[in-house]
């Protein structure tokens, strides 16, 4: 924060500096070109300074400050026009954001303004990627509400129908629980993203074994990667932190889902837990497809699905609670994908006792 008064208080200067350098040089050319024109006059004869008619000095001053008015005000138009028309095209641009146009740019001029156009141009490029990002969630994310809706509404039409043996009523029963639990789960993610997106400050922090933790949320997967017939490598201690438990809980839920939904049948997961002197690695890896560099840097962005994952369940949002509860935590988390293998990796920096 303080950095960035600085940084403002640094611009409001440099701005005071240009706009008195601008005064300055009109009033210094105002004067040379008045008071130049005068002494050419004088010195070939054209004009005769007297005591009287246009020679008085009351004339001479008179014409001296109409022609400064006339040559000031040219002057000021021509070059006061210079610092205000990139103000006037950031208005014109802002108008263009407001109205909707996202694809708004203003020109890099070389001189006045550079800095106004080029931040302009950031801010208007990460509006409209949000934007493309925001309207690819709403599509995505109600084709998502709808298939386990209408998956549900099927199953229960055929059920109140009647008719069916014990075995397929209770597999359409599986179905719509399996289902339901879906629904319920992308609507806890929405919601959970919304709680901590503009939180600042971490609340609810005790002390917990997070080792067990981390186990817990392996059990609660346990009927997804049974199905696909994963091996699980477990390489921890019992480690003891001081956190959110609840929030902590969401990123290893959120990881472990991610790595069992990307890891083909009987594949591997790999999870470890490693102590340094900056506290806490946790690292979650899997085989599998690989994630490209360019879709690393914008895997953990709000509602952004790889190709990929279009074919998976998934909102787009939970690598990006993750993110955000490890930024919570002063901590940070990082991706790094090749040779068939993936690991994503949470560092947690502060005191971590071993139990």
């Known amino acids: 924060m303080r950095g960035y008064r600085k940084q403002k208080k640094h611009r409001i200067a440099l701005l005071t500096v240009i706009f008195a350098l601008i005064v300055f040089c009109i009033i210094a050319a105002t004067m040379a070109i008045v008071w130049g024109i005068g002494f050419v006059l004088v010195q070939t004869g054209l004009w005769t300074l007297s005591g009287r008619g246009s020679g008085s000095l009351p004339f001479v001053l008179l014409i001296f400050a109409l022609a400064s008015i006339g040559v000031g005000t040219i002057l000021a138009v021509t070059l006061g026009r210079l610092p205000f028309r990139p103000l006037g095209r950031l208005l014109y641009g802002l108008q263009q954001l407001t109205d909707g146009n996202y694809s708004a740019r203003l020109p890099e001029e070389k001189r006045f303004g550079r800095e106004l156009s080029r931040r302009f141009n950031l801010l208007a490029e990460e509006l409209q990627n949000t934007e493309m990002l925001r309207s690819d969630f709403v599509n995505s994310f109600s ?53 901590i997106e503009n939180q600042k400050i971490l609340t609810g922090i005790s002390r917990f074994n997070l080792s067990e933790q981390i186990r817990t949320c392996i059990l609660l997967l346990e009927k997804k990667w049974s199905r696909k017939e994963l091996e699980l490598s477990l390489e921890f201690q019992e480690y003891e932190v001081a956190a959110n438990e609840e929030m902590l809980k969401q990123v290893w839920i959120n990881l472990l889902d991610n790595a069992v939904k990307f890891t083909p049948e009987k594949g591997k997961i790999e999870v470890s837990i490693q102590k340094d002197d900056r506290g806490l690695l946790v690292r979650v890896g899997n085989s599998g497809p690989e994630i490209s560099p360019e879709e690393q840097k914008r895997i953990f962005q709000k509602f952004y699905q790889s190709d990929s994952s279009h074919a998976k369940e998934g909102t787009g949002l939970g690598l990006t609670i993750a993110r955000r509860i490890t930024e919570l935590h002063g901590g940070t988390i990082a991706v790094e994908s090749g040779e068939g293998r993936t690991v994503f990796t949470v560092r947690l920096p502060q005191p971590v006792s071993t139990l």
Not at 158 to 179: A, D, F, M, P, V
């Open 143 to 195: 084709h998502e509400f709808k298939t386990p809706i209408v998956s549900i509404q099927g199953f229960a039409q055929l059920l109140n129908r009647g008719g069916l043996s014990e075995k397929q009523t209770r597999e359409y029963l599986e179905i719509i629980e399996e289902e339901s639990r879906r629904l319920a789960a992308m609507a806890t993610n929405v919601l959970n993203y919304s709680k």
